[in-house]
């Protein structure tokens, strides 16, 4: 693949910024509930809070949709993320709760896209998780198990039965989800929040959150916020505040690239019927993703430990782009003189059991971080199941499945530089030998 003429973004390579930011807060503010980030998870917050005729306000640091929300790859999950073998060994009676909250928060999103009309090319085509070998078929044959067994809706086949590209061996299709424009349904509903009753700031970043006898009170640059309630949706960058529970998660950069647009013929030759988004079954995925501008969009592969805050804005690094290169020119081997056109990446809250997570620090200090890379449904989804918990003052079932009555967390382990570089020499380790086994099997085909 060429990638001599890759365009760094440290935003994102869906769509531009907006370019109606809203002033930041000036002076002190009182109101019944602040929400602190504007991605898809604090938006949604604010909005069912004005929805339901609170007197809300948000705060966001650069504009909303500026974060992991408008630059992830757009593949809306009907499954949980992480491993989902290791979740069912630890945590395998939360499985059917994790597995419900997944589809409901894809079929919320749908809901609200429909709702709105929010205009972001989305598609219910589902996704695959697709395997690049025989071991990794056998792992998706596993987990397939697991997730009918908590009720979910899954479907096993080879990459011709389930219509994705013939470079993988098949797959398991998540039936509920799809794909879309990220960008576009990030700055959607920032539009549809800033038709709401919301009092929305942009540019104003949280620098200090405090108690004061029964609120809390949020310090910015411009002045003071002061709340009965305050939720805390700043994602990955939440660590920045003293009020964060220790361990929380760890920050997390993750990178996506775009193809040029290829011919339309060279994609339909591709075998990959469905328009179903992958995710490769190594221990860190990698993901395809076709778009509607005839290109791929496809990432990941590595993670890199954020150190210290503030988090950097950060391009992705040039070794990584050739590195997903070199891995799109082995599951695309016909496309392998395509260029990289652009690439771009964003922080993402990974937590020690690798589960989403919600709680409540005292009785008005909520919090909704970290869905471990797969938030694009389950944020705006339990975003919203925790400000009807601020109304109603009980609980939706799915936010008790990922609810932590105790704001107690283990340090998450091998998130190390040392333990994630570990976890990427594994998967190589992988590759290798099951690309020597495929060799193999060619040669003794040729000589037989
Ligand atoms: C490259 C990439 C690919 C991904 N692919 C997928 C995918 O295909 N499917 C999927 O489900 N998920 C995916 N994800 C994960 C998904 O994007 C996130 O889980 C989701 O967007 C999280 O939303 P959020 O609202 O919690 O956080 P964010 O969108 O990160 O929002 C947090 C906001 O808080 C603001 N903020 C930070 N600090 C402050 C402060 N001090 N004061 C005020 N505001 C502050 C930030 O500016 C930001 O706008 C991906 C993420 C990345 C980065």
């Given amino acids: 693949m060429k990638t001599d003429r890759v365009i760094y973004s440290t935003f994102s390579g869906w769509v531009d910024a907006p370019t109606d930011v809203r002033p930041a807060a000036d002076g ?19 909005l069912r809070l004005a929805q339901r005729g609170q007197d809300v306000v948000l705060v966001e640091a650069e504009f909303c949709g500026y974060g992991a929300s408008s630059r992830n790859a757009g593949q809306l999950a009907g499954a949980p993320g992480g491993d989902l073998q290791l979740l ?3 945590s395998r009676k939360k499985m059917p709760g994790m597995m419900r909250l997944a589809e409901h928060a894809a079929a919320h999103v749908e809901d609200f896209i429909g709702k709105h009309g929010i205009d972001c090319d989305y598609e219910a085509t589902g996704n695959a998780f697709a395997a ?18 908590a009720g979910g809706r899954v479907e096993v086949g080879t990459a011709a039965e389930l219509g994705i590209p013939r470079g993988f061996v098949g797959g398991m299709r998540e039936v509920v989800g799809g794909r879309l424009n990220p960008g576009r349904f990030s700055l959607g509903m920032r539009q549809v929040l800033l038709e709401s009753t919301a009092r929305v700031f942009e540019q104003t970043k949280v620098t200090e959150v405090v108690r004061d006898g029964g609120q809390v009170v949020l310090t910015t640059p411009g002045g003071r916020v002061r709340a009965d309630h305050v939720v805390l949706a700043a994602n990955a960058y939440a660590g920045e505040w003293g009020i964060t529970p220790k361990h929380l998660s760890v920050p997390i950069y993750v990178i996506e690239v775009e193809t040029e647009p ?10 990959w019927t469905s328009g179903m988004g992958l995710v490769t079954q190594h221990t860190i995925m990698e993901n395809y993703r076709l778009t509607p501008r ?10 890199e430990r954020g150190i210290g805050y503030p988090l950097p804005d950060k391009v992705p690094d040039d070794a990584l782009v050739e590195e997903l290169a070199g891995a799109f020119a082995r599951r695309f081997p016909s496309l392998a ?13 990974i937590t020690s059991s690798w589960l989403p997570l919600a709680g409540q620090l005292g009785d008005n200090v909520h919090y909704s971080i970290a869905c471990n890379g797969h938030g694009l449904a389950q944020a705006p989804y339990v975003g919203t199941l925790i400000a009807d918990a601020i109304v109603d003052g009980e609980r939706h079932e799915d936010l008790q499945t990922l609810w932590h009555e105790k704001p107690k967390f283990l340090r998450p382990m091998m998130m190390g530089r040392a333990g994630l570089r570990m976890i990427w020499a594994y998967d190589r380790l992988l590759d290798l030998v099951n690309g020597s086994r495929r060799n193999a099997r060619r040669g003794a085909v040729r000589l037989s």
């Avoid at 980030?37 to 604010?46: D, K, Y």
């Avoid at 005839?294 to 993670?303: A, D, Y």
């Fill in 88 to 90: 069912n060994l630890l």
């Fill in 132 to 149: 690049v070998s025989r071991g990794q078929m056998g792992r998706v044959r596993r987990v397939a198990k697991i997730v009918t067994r």
């Fill in 337 to 349: 003189d395509v260029a990289i056109e652009r690439a771009w990446g964003g922080w993402i809250a």
């Fill in 262 to 271: 290829i011919d339309p013929t060279r994609i339909a030759a591709l075998g």
């Fill in 28 to 46: 002190d503010i009182a109101c019944r509930v602040a929400v602190i980030g504007g991605g898809v998870g604090g938006m949604s917050t604010a």
């Fill in 294 to 303: 005839g290109t791929i969009v496809f990432g990941v592969r590595r993670l």
